[in-house]
């Protein structure tokens, strides 16, 4: 498996239906850990990102994505709250969607990826799943990454809402038939002083295992980004900002490059 090229893409402009987060689109318990060199951004530290492929779970899924990487093109959908849209990043082309459209490429040589960036700060499994048919008319995909459970623990919704709201969401997947990713919760500081955000990482891993389960029971597959957090500490500030919440350029780089590290042989 190769590494990572530069982590480099042109500015996306967003406006009205999705849009590439690309350079070529011009417009707006696991497997051991494999040895890897550091992951770098262009204009940020150098981190030391721990990968490993057991990150990710397929679950029995991703069928129509293989299939997709065998025709030489692969659509990604990337829906969700702030970390997906990219919050906290200091340049757009730094956050989650380009930079895992860049991992993905790396790993699969002659396969064009294009992720479609359609995360909206702030939102819960509710708002997501209200949109995602609208999301998918805008376009044939083949994988639809969904990343959920952040914010609906930081209001303290019922878990029963919550995946009430998820399996609304998950008929209109099945309908649309595409492959499903799902991304668990975020980690927070341990040591953070938002009075908000203290003791909260228990529910977290709850959520995270709840959506685990989910995955298995429904042949999605799972990015376990709660468990892949607890080895950040090598990064600055552990990955998340000076607010304690959004991720900086670190930790994008950092959950991209584990996302397409166990995504792409899943996908070949």
Known sequence: MKSAASMLAAVALMAGAALPVSAKAQSVAQTPVQARPPVVTLGAPVAVCPLETGFVSANGGLTRARAAVRSGALRILAVGSSSIEGIGASRRELGFAPLLELGLESRMPGVDVTVFNRGIGGETAKETADRLERELAAGRVDLVIWQLGTNDVLRDRLVEDVFADFHRGEAVLQAADVDVLLIDPQRLPEETLNASFRGRN??????????????????????????????????DRGGVGPDDLHLNDAGYACWAEVTAEGLAPRLL
């Open 202 to 235: 228990p529910a977290l891993g709850d959520m995270a295992r709840r959506i685990s389960e989910e995955g298995r029971r429904g042949g999605y597959a799972v990015l376990h980004r709660f468990d892949a957090m607890a080895g950040w500490s090598g990064l």
